[in-house]
């Protein structure tokens, strides 16, 4: 399986910008999906993008014209850029790895979106 580790959270005023990472303990080039959750309190996780090997990307409704998820396989480094943030962003974001033989989460990073 491959550890992954995220950073490049922390407090952002609304209308801010982030970008997150999330390094991967192994090549990532044939990791089919490489995706990002949020998880805010008392709610359930849910997507917010992916990207799978071969550079197609997904988007929440909430993410898209927002976010932008990318991948550097050379780096074993997947970003998720977040521009015009809102106080509703405000959850842990993470990183996580699907292939036919498993699935691995990180830990999280916190964003937190407040004046």
């Known amino acids: 399986q491959v550890q992954l580790v995220e950073s490049g959270g922390g407090l952002v005023q609304p209308g801010g910008s982030l970008r997150l990472s999330c390094a991967a303990s192994r090549n990532i080039s044939n990791i089919d999906n490489m995706g990002w959750y949020r998880q805010a309190p008392g709610k359930e996780r849910e997507l917010v993008a992916f990207i799978t090997r071969d550079g197609s990307t997904n988007y929440a409704d909430f993410a898209k014209g927002r976010f932008t998820v990318s991948r550097d396989s050379a780096k074993n480094m997947v970003y998720l850029q977040m521009n015009n943030l809102k106080p509703e962003d405000t959850a842990v974001y993470l990183c996580?790895?699907?292939?036919?033989?498993?699935?691995?989460w990180g830990q999280g990073t916190q964003v937190t979106v407040s004046s």
């Open positions: 996580k790895a699907t292939t036919i033989s498993y699935r691995s």
